[in-house]
Structure formats: C-alpha cells, structure tokens
C-alpha cells in the first residue's frame, strides 16, 4: 500500500463530524478554571489566539482539570521526572467560529454540503461540537527537564504523521505516544487519533467515544463561567 493510501485510512478512522454530530448535552454549570502549576503538571499557551480572552493562563472546566491531576499522578509513579504541559484548552466560540469560517472557505471549491462541513472539521472542529469552546478538550504533551519527549511531530504541526498511528514515526516517538494516550485515558479522557495530542472528557466526541448517553459540557461564553 503506498504512503498516501495510509494516511488516508488513518484519517478515515478517526473519528469524524458525523459520528458524534448528533450526541445529546445535558449541560452542567461547572465553572472554568486556569490550570495551577505543579510539579507534574503545567500549562503554557500554544499559539496567540487566546491570549485576548486569557492572558494569564489555560482554562479548563473544572472536572477536566481535576481528570489532568489524576493524569499527572499516574504518569509521575510512572517515572517522576516527567510533567504533563497543556498547551491549549478553553477557546473561546468566536475564536473557533472564526478559525472554522477561514478554512471552510479555503476548501469550499474542493466540497460541498456535509462534505464540506467534515472535511473542515477534520482540522477545525465544527464549533457547535467542538471540545475546546466547551472547556472539555485539551491539547497536551510530556516534558522531561521542561523539554517535550520526541513525539514525531511538534505539537500542533499539522501533517499526516500526527495521526497517532502514524506508522512512519521512530519506535521512541511511537512509544511516547502510547505512554500519553495510556495516562490520558487510565484518567477518564478520550483520545482524538487524528491528532495525537488531543483529548477530551465531557464533549460530544468523549460521549460518542464511550458510547455515554450525553455530553456534560456544552459550548459556554468565557465571560459567564468566569
Ligand atoms: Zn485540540
């Protein structure tokens, strides 16, 4: 099979718009929060487009973050010089409508319809399903001596090879990806495999994921929950 065919089944295989489009919310109220430093774990902005809303720190909802203290715990009685960083999590609705709008223009000569809409949300989330508007999604890697282990890519470098199964990656980044899908999900996140550095617990694609009945978090307005 060639090298383009693979990642194309990778790609497929993720989980996609239409799978968790229709997942029912039953909305909490849980407030966002700004993820505290620790020894295991931390938190530093990846990119700019949130520093208007949240200068001073990452925000998530209030269960995610105590499920990132749970991840932290298991990974540091794993091997103690290890720290979990998030580089993204709350985004703001306008933040992701925005981002969504740009790109949906950019492919709206190559699809139309619900073509469009997945083929969009395969990079963007579509911004009434997404995981960050909702404070339930995180972007996050493993830092040993503040340094990111090696997973293959960079976090947020947006090529085939951060499918997590990738299979073009070193066996040393192939492992590092497990031991942080591992952790993630022994804390009650759902993996995404189109990215291997996004989870989530609480939105739409964690429901579908789990086979859960609803979402608990729904898309929520910095400015309320704060
Ligand atoms: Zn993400």
Known sequence: MRKQDIYRLLEEKALGYAD?????VRPSDEPLVAIPSSKNLTASQVGTDMLAYTPDGVYV????????????GILAAENKELQLEVGYGYRALEVQTRLFEEYK???????SGDELLAAVHRSIAVPGVAGHPAGAAVDIQ???EAKPLDFGTAIWEFTPDSFTFSPFISRAAWDNRQLLRRVMMQAGFAPFDGEWWHFCYGDKEWAKYYDKP???YDQVSFLILI
């Open 61 to 72: 909802r209030s269960g995610v973050l105590s499920r990132l203290q749970q991840a932290a």
């Open 105 to 111: 223009t950019k492919l709206a000569d190559r699809y």
């Open 20 to 24: 968790y489009a229709g997942v029912p």
């Open 142 to 144: 493993i830092l040993r």
């Open 214 to 216: 609803a979402a608990l």
